[in-house]
């Protein structure tokens, strides 16, 4: 069946849904052109398809396809932003990176590896998981290409600045501390967003404290509200070059069911896509969205609410390479 696409500023966008029903096609994120589709890409998502690093219910593994599926809704023009993304960035699929699931040690060496060949032509990646586990090779590769320790907004119901699990340094809930052991983190401007739930101990918050990291729960959220939040986070990363990981436990489970390590008292799809969106103008040098395991998901809650998350970094970061001229086209 042939293709009909929207094509704007020399731009080839999604699948035409007033010509092609948006349940019929390929699955690809919003239903946009894949990579080899396309003669160059601005920004390029990625699937992870990785849990190997999960310390309670796994199944992250098919996120990065479940939120493909729950995308087919998005739309052209994003209305909160003003923006249209896909018209002022040529972005696509770039389909699911191959990963060992048996060998954490290589797989974190494979999507390193990967995360720099893809953005080797400036591109900028944009990542569905997996576990949170891919986060630091992810960070590594975004330093490398920033040449310097990056800034990092961490949305999360959890620190996952542990030290190990089992006696294992890579797991989802470590991959933080390595990455400011590793360096690769800029210490002046981290921050986790929405954090709640029992701990290990209070030293868990004091090492966290140690390692440089703010930390807005999501009690803040709900007490301070969007605005002085999002006041709060532009003020500490200023114009660095900024990392952004969303674990989508980060929502309350009534807004994102379908995760391995789920936290009552979590903030709302809602909450979480205004403090992305008054992040506009900061120079976004990559971001993850990781967690989501669909078979505890229903009626795509979880999905849709990931997919509109991966929506609105996508229309962030295409706004910033669009107003600082870095497209290839």
């Not at 389909?95 to 974190?108: H, K, L, R, T, Y």
Request: negative net charge; glycine residues 10%; contains cysteine.
């Amino acid at each position: 069946m042939k293709e009909i696409r929207i094509e704007e500023n020399g731009r080839l966008g999604p699948i035409n849904a007033a010509e092609i029903p948006r349940y019929a096609g390929g699955g690809t994120y919003a239903r946009l052109p894949r990579l080899d589709q396309v003669e160059q890409a601005d920004i390029k998502i990625v699937g992870v398809p990785f849990d190997t690093g999960v310390s309670y219910r796994p199944g992250a593994r098919f996120g990065a396809n479940h939120v493909r599926e729950s995308s087919r809704l998005i739309r052209p023009y994003n209305p909160a932003t003003d923006t249209s993304p896909f018209a002022q960035s040529q972005v696509a699929d770039a389909g699911d990176m191959a990963v060992n699931p048996f060998n954490i040690n290589e797989a974190i060496e494979t999507i390193e590896h990967n995360a720099l060949e893809l953005t080797s032509d400036g591109s900028t990646l944009v990542t569905v998981g997996g576990d949170h586990t891919i986060a630091l090779p992810l960070l590594r590769a975004a330093s490398q290409r920033a040449g310097a320790p990056v800034a990092m907004l961490h949305f999360d119901a959890h620190l996952d600045t542990w030290d190990t699990y089992f006696g294992a340094e890579y797991t989802h809930g470590t991959p933080f501390r390595r990455a400011v052991e590793e360096g690769i983190l800029d210490t002046e401007a981290i921050c986790h967003v929405g954090t709640r739930g029992p701990l290990y101990g209070k030293k868990d918050l004091e090492d966290d404290k140690r390692f440089g990291f703010g930390i807005v729960t999501s009690s803040d959220v709900y007490y301070q509200g969007v605005r002085e939040i999002v006041d709060k986070l532009r003020d500490r990363i200023g114009n660095r070059p900024l990392y952004i990981s969303v674990d989508i436990d980060v929502l309350d489970p009534a807004h994102a069911p379908g995760t391995g390590t789920p936290e009552a008292g979590g903030i709302t799809s809602r909450e979480l896509l205004e403090i992305l969106r008054g992040l506009r103008g900061l120079n976004i040098v990559g971001a993850d969205i990781v967690e989501v395991a669909p078979a505890y998901d229903h009626a795509e809650l979880t999905g849709v609410a990931a997919s509109h998350v991966t929506y609105d970094l996508i229309s962030l970061i295409s706004d910033f390479r669009a107003s600082k001229g870095m497209n290839a086209s």
